[in-house]
Antibody, heavy 127, light 107 residues
Framework: EVQLLESGGGLVQPGGYLRLSCAASGFTFSSYAMSWVRQAPGKGLEWVSSITYSGDTTYYADSVKGRFTISRDNSKKTLYLQMNSLRAEDTAIYYC????????????????????WGQGTLVTVSS | DIQMTQSPSSLSASVGDRVTITCRASQGIRNDLGWYQQKPGNAPKRLIYAASSLQSGVPSRFSGSGSGTEFTLTISSLQPEDFATYYCLQHNSYPYTFGQGTKLEIK
């Protein structure tokens, strides 16, 4: 059974930092790209960042570029999101989600893209 | 960036109704679109991928169609458990973008 479990959320002051983790199980973590998606209270979904299966390429929303860093440790089957210079507008539930398979010729990207999500971890930025 | 315009933003319907939700992309995205259902306090759940493929385990009353710039999610006969918020997502190019959401409420 595929499981994604986020942790690391909490209350932080503006300008502060947090590191989120997403522990994966039930699938070959090192074969899939991974992503973070967030949802501000009462608002819609916003894609935040993605990382390839090997970790060599990363992508970011403009709203977090230069402040957030996505990374992964395939030996630990864990995805990370380092969040620096946090702002009130970063307050949200942060979800990790499975993304495309490493070989999109073998498994088309759409087949696995965002098919599994974690339960989310709440980040609150407030003084 | 590709903008996804989802409509309507809210919809009131009754059990047994047929409902359709639309997403329009600001440029062609082939069939690189998924539909998600979210209930309060829960993570989103994928219903449709590649615009028209039904996710395993999802009831057949859900269907998706479209390609290029216009896409629809149809629920053929609403059930009580279908009242939720629905989102489309394009993954044709970064940044991935979601529609604004459609809140489906009981009439």
């Amino acid at each position: 059974e595929v499981q994604l479990l986020e942790s690391g959320g909490g209350l932080v002051q503006p300008g502060g930092y947090l590191r989120l983790s997403c522990a994966a199980s039930g699938f070959t973590f090192s074969s899939y790209a991974m992503s973070w998606v967030r949802q501000a209270p009462g608002k819609g979904l916003e894609w935040v960042s993605s990382i390839t299966y090997s970790g060599d390429t990363t992508y970011y929303a403009d709203s977090v570029k230069g402040r957030f860093t996505i990374s992964r440790d395939n030996s630990k089957k864990t995805l990370y999101l380092q969040m620096n210079s946090l702002r009130a507008e970063d307050t949200a539930i942060y979800y990790c989600a499975r993304d495309r398979y490493r070989n999109i010729v073998l498994v088309p990207a759409a087949t696995t893209l965002f098919d599994y999500w974690g339960q989310g971890t709440l980040v609150t930025v407030s003084s | 960036d590709i903008q996804m315009t989802q409509s309507p933003s809210s919809l009131s319907a009754s059990v047994g109704d047929r409902v359709t939700i639309t997403c329009r992309a600001s440029q062609g995205i082939r069939n690189d679109l998924g539909w998600y259902q979210q209930k309060p306090g829960n993570a989103p759940k994928r219903l449709i991928y590649a615009a028209s493929s039904l996710q395993s385990g999802v009831p057949s009353r859900f269907s998706g169609s479209g390609s290029g710039t216009e896409f629809t999610l149809t629920i053929s006969s609403l059930q009580p458990e279908d009242f939720a918020t629905y989102y489309c997502l394009q993954h044709n190019s970064y940044p991935y973008t979601f529609g604004q959401g459609t809140k489906l409420e009981i009439k």
